[in-house]
């Protein structure tokens, strides 16, 4: 079948991006799914920085790639061996995860070693590539996804099945900003009652990682970032602090939590706001970062802290979360009023304006955009 999707052909390219046009929205051919493998519908998409990073080069991808990897959609057709069946809708997760690597079998799915090859070489789990250009030639697939397309073929173990009744452009925010922002807050900070949290970075991400800390019951929720409506935002869910991002932020945080918050969760990407972040935590805290930082980035740390204060630095990736059981447990806190991630939902744009859109991103004047397709 032919589908329309958006390509980047290049990287590191200037911005304005509604200038520059990175992004050319064209006609692909894609090739049905084999064993293992769902055409689905794409019905929502949203823009994230690990779509951006690709955009400007700090997250270099094999090119021509297909881009997109947060999304919801509907199944057309399933291939042998899947579970699933036409009309099922789906949330998709960016780390294909195989089952039965080592990281799988331990429950870390999103560690496993097959989907972060698959996901690195830009092909779906089992080591095809569906989409072909007109000329031959076969964009690579964006972390076994490639939402920005019309229809799609995916590893099942991409999806994640849900029930018909939630919106494709909420459904679509559970898989990248809900797992990785909520999930880090509920598994890798293990936020508890009455704690008190700090967030660094206001994005979606972050915002999901300030509502689960919200209805983990921590007390005191410090929302940081640079940007005045993203604090006002954060405060309207729940934030009982609004800290502008920069110099000041730490001594700020120190003061309102009485010598820092005992867990921290950076979510920027940038190294020297995770040293901030790792600042702002008090003795026997736990930082936890999300961002995904420049490759090159470094991060220097006073060594002897780690010991003699009984910190902990740790790293998150899709939230820690295992998604076929995550995305319908968030789900359900989502119907229940704890966790109302709808309004994380800033922007509901077409397939042709995501140039624009990655623009809006990079400003940081959006929170999640949505293409709906």
Wanted: hydrophobic share 40%.
């Amino acid at each position: 079948m032919r589908v329309r999707a958006a390509v980047l052909r290049e990287s590191g390219g200037p911005e304005p991006y509604a200038q520059s046009r990175p992004i050319e929205v064209t006609t692909l051919h894609l090739d049905p799914p084999g064993p293992g493998e769902l055409l689905v519908r794409v019905r929502a998409a949203g823009l994230c920085h690990s779509d951006l990073s690709v955009i400007n080069g700090t997250r270099p991808r094999p090119l021509p790639m297909a881009l997109g990897h947060e999304a919801a959609g509907e199944v057309v057709e399933a291939g042998q061996g899947t579970g699933f069946a036409p009309g099922d809708h789906v949330v998709l997760a960016f780390v294909p995860s195989c089952g039965d690597c080592e990281r799988c079998v331990a429950g870390r799915p999103a560690l496993c070693g097959p989907g972060a090859a698959a996901n690195g070489e830009g092909t779906l789990l089992g080591g095809g590539m569906r989409f072909r250009a007109d000329d031959g030639t076969r964009p690579y697939h964006h972390l076994g996804v490639s939402a920005f397309a019309e229809h799609i073929v995916v590893s099942a173990r991409s999806a994640v099945k849900i029930d018909p009744d939630i919106p494709f452009e909420i459904a679509a925010l559970f898989g990248c900003a809900v797992l990785t922002g909520a999930g880090a807050a509920r598994y890798s900070a293990q936020v508890q009652p009455g704690e008190s949290v700090a967030v660094f970075g206001l994005g979606g991400v972050g915002l999901a990682a300030l509502l689960m800390a919200k209805a983990a019951g921590a007390s005191t929720v410090v929302a940081v970032d640079v940007v005045p409506n993203k604090l006002e935002l954060a405060t309207g869910l729940g934030a009982t602090h609004a800290v502008a991002g920069g110099s000041g932020a730490v001594a700020q945080i120190r003061e309102i939590t009485g010598g820092g918050a005992e867990k921290v969760i950076d979510t920027t990407g940038v190294a020297p706001v995770l040293r901030q972040a790792y600042d702002a935590t008090r003795s026997g805290g736990t930082t936890v970062t999300v961002g995904l930082p420049d490759p090159e980035a470094q991060l220097t740390l006073p060594a002897l802290s780690l010991v003699a204060e009984e910190r902990t630095l740790r790293g998150s990736y899709l939230g820690s979360c295992v998604p076929r059981r995550d995305v319908p447990r968030f789900i359900e806190l989502y119907r229940s009023g704890a966790l109302p991630v709808d309004r994380l939902l800033s922007h509901r744009i077409e397939l042709d304006e995501i140039n624009e859109g990655f623009d809006r991103l990079h400003e940081g004047s959006a929170v999640r955009q949505v293409v709906v397709l």
